[in-house]
């Protein structure tokens, strides 16, 4: 067999970076902005949101030849999302008795064209959650080193929010908030009435214009379709395809990583060898810096990859740490039928694409019997019916009297049912928490000794369990949530989880906000990284994605990912005026 | 980026150039030369595409079989004064089209069918869209009410609860369903809250 031919691009630009989500977006844009030569390398496809190539945005259900349902995309015909918990040819494993689960998304803004926007900062205490409790790890930054780059993310990208002066759930500079839906109004009362706070989201749609580039929100509900408009933000509209306006930035598309070259003698980074994944062929590129941003586990996988003499253990990873204190965000649902919904007044309420009101985190931990908090999301009102619509009626018109006042038997058929369909439209809500999980050293990534994908990569392997504390914390989800639809009035749907069950938290990964497997750190023995994201054992060798983040509070990571990018971008700028690197 | 992807369909052997890197080559004798290209429509990738394509130009249901699915779904959703009949919009080229695309479907379809037949030539000696209206209906009461249902038909109540679902998405995804529906959005529009009279109907302000 001959040996792959490996093609020497003669070209050393100086950045190159992998990935083109949050994380490689905005290092793209920053960098290039700053007059840096940056290649792009993206495993995906290109995407632009407002090219009707692309476009689903309004489209009907009856477009789709099976109405939305996820066959093909995990969240839908119409998400966007190419890619999903499955990719042909790029499988990945579990260690028996564990499970993760993970999504991928390849295109260009990779998981940032169909994310929910929801844009949270991370409080003062999210940062020093080992100090305060004694569990978990410290970062090595605190929010004053990340307040001033919140800032700049709000300015640039857009977010909309209200100032409530909360301790742990830092203010942004805010565009106005979209008004509450009918069942949004109700849920802030109720919550008044049993001192559970309901405040407005805080979502990346532009609800005003903030530039030329950029429209603003049409209200129609439909972001994790990608907007045409950039009136939300997608990594690919917002900061990839401006970066390459700039004319500093090769984009590669098609470009799959396989490793992270090093020199053997510096022990610097090179470059990157990929797999062009239209033609299989071997590829390199040469970069005075590399920036990984290929999502946490991706990052992981790389580095693990990146084997040599000098680097046995993978690159970076003297500490042995590359992989491990993997976490991602617990989650736990909840459904309710909401009888004065019924018989609802028909008018447009799709509103943006998402909650327009949540619950952040609201209790002590320290009087609680787990350690760390959660939100809750919100769902509901008169939407467009999708795949689905319909289905399980058995398990509730039997429970409500009809227009006669009187109770009739569940199921059924004919004109009666199909007027039941009426009634219940946007009767239902639904909740959903998303909470703070401990990282532990016992929840990795590691490399499959047995298997590659396609491209001949070695693949992923995980371990991942949740604790105790995980499972206490959605105990107390799904407490609150009955709590939450009594004093609505509402009729919870289908029986409350319980310990069978591990009151429903959803198996580890499917939150998808996994973080940890390259961490931040002072001590290089159990950190991957400097407080600057640089590799504590490769000087030119940067993570900007959420594999850097010690923890993750009980905030959706994004905001965050945005905001160390930038932060390390201005570093890496500094770093190369002062000929460090 | 155009331009990128309409080099992606010019391959570099038929420009003649294979010989200038194998790997190449191999990778392109990788695609089988007799795909028939398919027209990709906007919003879809093209893995999409063709398997839409390949599904829609194959059979599944017989076409006694898919009289009996359009029966029944009008008895679960028939025509009223607001809008027409489940058959009318289309459900039964879903229910089709959906047991292709989801092939787990296939078996709780045809067999239930079957079941319902199998009961009905016992009971009548006819197939269900043979039989009489007022059998069929008296074959439904049978298990249509999952509470009340004998013990002895349970597998049929299982049937008609995955019947009745589905009549119901495809019905109310349809054009017709979404306007009896009343969904009255998916347009660009200036978002302002509920209107007022509905907040009055529900004793709210709007500032909660
Ligand atoms: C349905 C859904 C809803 C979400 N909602 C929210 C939310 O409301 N708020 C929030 O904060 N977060 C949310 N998230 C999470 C959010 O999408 C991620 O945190 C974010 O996209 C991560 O950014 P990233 O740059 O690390 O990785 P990604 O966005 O995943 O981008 C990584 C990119 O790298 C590419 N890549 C991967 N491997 C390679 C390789 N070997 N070589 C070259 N390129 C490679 C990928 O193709 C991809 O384009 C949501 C996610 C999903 C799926
Ligand atoms: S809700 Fe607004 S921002 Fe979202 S896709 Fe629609 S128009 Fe765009």
């Not at chain 1, 100090?131 to 780059?149: K, V």
């Not at chain 1, 405040?199 to 609800?207: A, E, G, V």
């Not at chain 1, 609680?368 to 509730?396: A, C, Q, S, T």
């Not at chain 2, 249902?149 to 049937?159: D, I, K, L, N």
């Amino acid at each position: 067999m001959d040996i792959p031919q490996i093609k020497k691009a003669p070209k050393v630009y100086d950045v190159a970076i992998i990935g083109s989500g949050a994380g490689g977006g905005m290092a793209a844009y920053q960098l290039s902005k700053a007059g840096a030569n940056v290649v792009l390398l993206e495993a995906g496809g290109y995407y632009d949101p407002a090219d009707p190539k692309y476009i689903t945005q309004l489209k009907w259900p009856y477009e789709s030849p099976r109405r939305g349902a996820g066959t093909t995309r995990a969240f839908g015909d119409f998400d966007a999302a190419y890619g999903g918990w499955e990719i042909e040819g790029e499988p990945y494993s579990a260690v028996k008795g564990t499970e993760f689960h993970w999504f991928r998304s390849r295109m260009l803004g990779g998981r940032t064209n169909h994310w929910g926007r929801i844009s949270l900062r991370f409080g003062p205490d999210d940062f020093k959650r080992k100090s305060m409790t004694g569990i978990g790890e410290d970062w090595p930054l605190g929010y004053d080193d990340f307040a001033p780059y919140y800032d700049k993310v709000d300015k640039l990208i857009g977010v909309f929010g209200s100032k409530e002066g909360l301790k742990n759930e830092p203010d942004g500079i805010f565009l106005p908030p979209p008004k509450p839906r009918l069942h949004e109004l109700m849920l802030k009362k109720a919550g008044k009435n049993i001192g559970i706070p309901v405040i407005p989201s805080r979502l990346s749609i532009l609800t005003k214009t903030i530039n030329n580039e950029r429209g603003a929100c049409f209200y129609c509900a439909q972001c994790g379709r990608g907007c045409q408009a950039y009136a939300d933000f997608s990594s690919s509209s917002v900061l990839c395809i401006p970066a390459v306006k700039t004319g500093k930035v090769t984009l590669i598309n098609n470009a799959m990583a396989r490793e992270v070259l090093t020199d053997a003698k510096t022990g610097l980074s090179t470059g990157v060898s990929y797999v062009d994944t239209v033609s299989m062929t071997e590829q390199t590129v040469q970069a005075k810096v590399v920036v990984l941003a290929a999502s946490t586990c991706e990052t992981a996988r790389l580095l693990l990859n990146s084997k040599s003499a000098r680097f046995p253990n993978g690159l970076a990873n003297s500490s042995g740490v590359v992989g491990k204190y993997l976490n991602d965000s617990t989650g736990a649902s909840r459904g309710a039928f909401i009888p004065a919904l019924m018989d609802r007044k028909r008018y447009n309420e799709d509103g943006v694409g998402g909650m327009h009101v949540f619950t952040p985190w609201w209790l002590d931990n320290s009087k609680l019997d787990f350690p760390r908090g959660y939100h809750i999301e919100y769902g509901g009102g008169m939407g467009m019916p999708m795949y689905g619509f319909g289905m399980g009626i058995e398990g509730l018109n039997g429970k409500v009297a009809g227009r006669d006042g009187k109770m009739k038997p569940a199921g059924g058929y004919g004109a009666g049912l199909k007027d039941d369909y009426r009634r219940f439209y946007g009767a239902y809500i639904g909740m959903a928490g998303r909470g703070e999980p401990v990282p532990l050293e016992s929840n990795y990534c590691e490399i499959d000794p047995n298997t590659v994908d396609k491209y001949g990569i070695p693949t992923l392997r995980f371990n991942y369990k949740w604790s105790d504390a995980e499972v206490k914390q959605a105990k107390h989800m799904q407490d609150t949530f009955e709590e939450i639809i009594h004093a609505l009035g509402g009729m919870p749907m289908g029986n409350k989880p319980g310990p069978e069950n591990n009151y429903g938290l959803e198996a580890p990964g499917k939150i998808i906000h996994e973080v940890g497997t390259a961490r931040m750190g002072s001590d290089p023995k159990n950190s991957v990284l400097n407080k600057y994201s640089q590799a504590h054992d490769v000087k030119n060798l940067f993570v900007v994605d959420a594999a850097a983040f010690p923890s993750q509070g009980d905030k959706n990571v994004t905001w965050t990912i945005l905001a160390n990018s930038w932060r390390v971008s201005d570093y890496i700028i500094d770093q190369v005026k002062q000929k460090n690197i | 980026m155009k331009r990128r992807d309409s080099l992606k369909t010019i391959t570099l052997s038929s420009l003649g150039l294979a010989g200038l890197n194998p790997q190449i080559a191999a990778a392109e004798t990788l695609t089988p030369p007799d795909v028939k290209p398919v027209k990709i429509p906007g919003g879809r990738q093209k893995f999409e595409a063709e398997r839409d394509a390949k599904l829609m130009a194959e059979k599944f249901f017989t076409p006694q079989e898919l009289q009996t699915l359009t029966v029944l779904s009008d008895i679960i959703i028939p025509a009223d004064s607001r809008s027409g009949s489940a058959s009318q919009a289309g459900v039964p080229a879903f229910i089709e089209f959906m047991v292709k695309d989801q092939p787990r479907l296939q078996t709780p379809f045809r067999g239930g069918l079957r079941w319902l037949d199998n009961q009905m030539v016992k009971r009548y000696g006819k197939k269900f869209a043979e039989c009489l209206k007022a059998q069929q209906i008296e074959m439904v009461e049978l298990i249509a009410y999952p509470e009340k249902a004998t013990p002895e038909v349970s597998q049929g109540v299982s049937f008609f609860n995955l019947m009745r679902g589905f009549t119901a998405t495809g019905f109310f995804t349809s054009q017709m369903g979404i306007k009896d529906i009343g969904y009255m959005g998916n347009t660009p529009n200036q978002w302002e809250g509920p209107p007022a009279d509905v907040l009055k109907q529900y004793g709210l302000t709007g500032n909660e």
